[in-house]
């Protein structure tokens, strides 16, 4: 398999490094960490100034009509510099509203692809609740009243619209809330653990748009592959900065990297990125080609959780007592990796479903002669 990035990914890649990597010294970071700042604006801005934002949209509509994998060649920069922006959120709830919602959303549509207008979006509640007894509830119509609350909506005090995860006839569903500060909404404002803008959301008899029912596997496995792509990107730049100091740091007249224990400890740390790698590779090729990704999903987001965990942990071990210091910027890079895991369901709910999956499909193997094959 080729896993290396076309001429034009490269370059879109090459943009996506310069841009998060000038915005993002420790310096700059330390300065939101201490800020009221729900995101990075400075950054936000020039993501929308260069089109990166809207990499996913059709070109009819004002996008770039890219597919997942060039929104991967961003995403991992993005990770590596910790870029505080709702890149994918913002593009993935532009494409969904494009998709399923069509021209009945075609102004708002404008205004989020000319960055005018930016769009959120929360599924967590679903893992939460394990898909029952969701505190937002909407009539089962097209367009339906909802009613309860949701907690930490990314930017949910920032966005203009956002796609929440609600009940509909006592299933999970999703809506668009098209307008977040329209009569009927309050919200308590407050910051996730890695430096983002969230907010508790209540909603009372608030119009809103009901998304059709396939929506939230569309939605789901896009989303898993995006916060896959911006763990990995977390944990290579993690494990660069601990390379770079163990190979600095001396112990005993010689730098602690040179030890074998510190060697082997930063070689599982790659072996992990790179695992995640192969299959994150796998998952977004798989969608741009349309095939079903349900295992493929469930697959990378364990994952991305196991390798958050591990190389996360071990990457701060090596730099000793200085790691637990926050004016030290390591430790960003964990609760990067912690809030990206908790994402969307822990480890351990990924691995029951996709033992769930295989339980239920004998047709998954290493031999390629499925119909799916047969058309490449």
Known sequence: MDFKFSEDQLAISELAESLFGDFGSDAAMAAHDESADAMRFDIWNKVVETGLHALLIPEDQGGSGLGMQDLLAVLIPQGKHLGQVPLWRHQLATLAISRFLGNDKKSLIEKMVAGESLGTLSLDAHYESQGHHLHLKAENQQTGLLSGKVIAVPLGDT????????????????????????????????????????????????SVSILPQEAFAWIEQRAIACLSALQLGVLTGQVARAVTYTSERQQFER?????????????????DCEVLRTSLYQLVWRLDQGYDCTPQAYATKYLANLA??????LAQHVHG??????????????????ALSIALGSTGAHLERLGDWLANNNNLGWKYDLDEHQKV
Not at 255 to 271: E, N
Not at 308 to 313: A, D, F, K, Q, W
């Open 308 to 313: 958050g965990h591990r190389v996360g942990h």
């Open 255 to 271: 730098a602690i990297g040179s030890f074998q224990a510190v060697q082997m400890t930063l070689a599982d740390c790659f072996i």
């Open 159 to 206: 966005a203009q619209s956002a796609i929440l995860t609600v009940s509909v006839a006592g299933q999970p569903q999703l809506v668009l809330v098209e307008d977040l500060n329209a009569s009927g909404i309050t919200k308590v404002s407050g910051r996730s653990q890695f430096y983002e803008g969230v907010a508790t959301v209540e909603f009372s008899n608030v």
């Open 321 to 338: 007592g200085i790691g637990v210091d926050r004016t030290y910027p390591i430790h960003r890079f964990l609760y990067w990796s912690r």
